[in-house]
């Protein structure tokens, strides 16, 4: 399964690339207007960092607008994704950008059939959002599965499944049991999959130990 981050956070980005996690970047408006910096400019940093796709979402809500926005975003580096919302205007750009060879997203995804219909408009990557159905009480993991029982009933849709919202470790187990291909997790999320109690305490037993020995390497 591949690890993307979901932050427009530049130092995060580098931060977790440097220890090899990073596959791929997702950004969002909120977290955008969470940097207060330009998106232009964001951009052309995480793709500076990141050979992997990095999504970018449009504002527009018709078709053309969408087109036009997505075909200015992906001229910042040929690993944009341009990230459209799952409407009917939506899987139009998503079609038509797909067809000139561009990756699309599509994103804020709630429902398996919304899911098929990506599939059907070519989308690279297909967005369902699992911490958001947890927090309406319906299990965001059920859905992944239904997504991958669909998807695997047909060679002729080779969306990725991109699991998003993630909020816990938990969430990205499952999602690698399930066999999602993508997670987008927030760095501190990724963070946590990294720590383990017993790590922390058997890491300060061993150098204990070595003090004793007074031995130094190098
Ligand atoms: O990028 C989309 C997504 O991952 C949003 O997550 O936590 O705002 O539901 P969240």
């Known amino acids: 399964m591949k690890f993307f981050v979901d932050t427009a956070d530049i130092d995060e980005i580098k931060e977790l690339a440097e220890a090899g996690l990073v596959d791929g970047v997702t950004t969002n408006p ?9 998106f232009g400019d964001i951009l052309k940093d995480i793709c500076d960092i990141v050979d992997g796709p990095v999504s970018a979402e449009v504002t527009a809500l ?21 990230k459209v ?48 159905l947890d927090d309406l009480a319906i299990d965001g993991m059920d859905l992944i599965a ?23 470790p938990n969430h990205v187990a499952q999602a690698a049991i399930m ?24 890491l300060a037993a061993f150098l204990a130990d070595w003090e004793k020995t007074g031995q130094e390497i190098g």
């Open 146 to 168: 239904e997504i991958r029982a669909i998807y695997d009933n047909y060679d002729s849709i080779t969306t990725e499944i991109l699991v998003a919202s993630v909020r816990s």
């Open 30 to 38: 909120s977290l955008v207007a969470k940097t207060g910096r330009k």
């Open 62 to 82: 018709d078709a053309p607008g969408m087109i036009a926005q997505g075909e200015k975003l992906a001229k910042t580096a040929d690993n944009i994704a341009v």
């Open 179 to 202: 066999g999602a291909d993508v997670c987008t997790i927030p760095p501190s999320t990724l963070r946590q999959l990294i720590k383990h109690p017993l790590t922390d305490i058997g």
């Open 85 to 132: 919302p799952l409407t009917i205007e939506g899987l139009k750009a998503c079609r038509h950008l797909t067809d000139k060879g561009i990756m699309v997203n599509v994103t804020l995804c709630f429902s398996a059939v919304q899911a098929l219909m990506a599939g059907k408009a070519g989308a690279t990557f297909i967005s369902p959002f699992v911490g958001r």
